[in-house]
C-alpha cells in the first residue's frame, strides 16, 4: 500500500514538473508539490528504513526512496532560493547512475508482470534523471524532450499504478 501511494505522488509532481517545465506552471507555484511530495516519500522512506518490518529489502528501498525525495525537495530549494540547477544536475546523474543496475537486477530477475513493470520504472526514471544532468548539470539544450519524458513518466510511472495499486487493482 506504501508502494501505491508513493507512486501516486511521484505521478503528480513528475506530471506537474512536467508541465512548469513546458512554461504551463509558475516556479513559485512548482514549489507546492515538490514539498509535498518530498515529505511523503520522505514518510514511506522512514517507514521502510526504520519500520517494525525493517530488514534488508526494506533498508535497500527506503534508500532508493529517499533518492526521490532528496530530488523534489532540491527542486523546490531552488525555486525558493532562484538558482541555476547544476548541483541538482550533478546529483541527478548520481543517482541515473545508482539506479541503472537497479533497473537491470529487477528486469533480470523479474518473476510476474510487477517485476518487470517495476525494472522498467526504474530503467524510465534512469533515463529522465540523466536528461536533467543533461539539462542543469551541462545545461545542455534538452528542455522540451526533458518536460516531455517527464510528463509522460509521471502518468506511466507512477500516477496510473499508484492508483490501481491504492485501488487494489495491480
Given at each position: 500500500m506504501l508502494l501505491g501511494f508513493a507512486l501516486l505522488y511521484v505521478g503528480a509532481v513528475l506530471f506537474l514538473n512536467g508541465l512548469w517545465l513546458l512554461g504551463k506552471i509558475?516556479?513559485?507555484?512548482?514549489?507546492?508539490?515538490?514539498?509535498?511530495?518530498?515529505?511523503a516519500t520522505l514518510a514511506v522512506a522512514f517507514s521502510s528504513l526504520f519500520g517494525s518490518a525493517a530488514d534488508a529489502a526494506s533498508v535497500k528501498?527506503?534508500?532508493l526512496t529517499l533518492l526521490f525525495t532528496t530530488t523534489y525537495l532540491w527542486v523546490a530549494y531552488n525555486r525558493v532560493v532562484a538558482v541555476d540547477?547544476?548541483?541538482l544536475?550533478?546529483?541527478?546523474?548520481?543517482?541515473?547512475?545508482?539506479?541503472v543496475?537497479?533497473?537491470?537486477?529487477?528486469l533480470s530477475s523479474a518473476q510476474s508482470f510487477t517485476d518487470v513493470w517495476l525494472g522498467l520504472n526504474w530503467a524510465i526514471w534512469a533515463v529522465l534523471w540523466f536528461m536533467y544532468f543533461l539539462l542543469l548539470g551541462l545545461q545542455k539544450p534538452v528542455l522540451r524532450p526533458t518536460a516531455l519524458?517527464?510528463?509522460?513518466?509521471?502518468?506511466?510511472?507512477?500516477?496510473?499504478?499508484?492508483?490501481?495499486l491504492l485501488d487494489g487493482l495491480l
Open positions: 509558475e516556479d513559485r507555484e512548482i514549489v507546492v508539490i515538490n514539498v509535498v511530495s518530498g515529505v528501498a527506503g534508500a540547477g547544476r548541483g544536475g550533478w546529483f541527478s546523474l548520481f543517482v541515473a547512475i545508482t539506479v543496475p537497479v533497473a537491470i537486477q529487477g519524458l517527464t510528463l509522460v513518466a509521471g502518468i506511466v510511472t507512477g500516477w496510473m499504478p499508484g492508483y490501481l
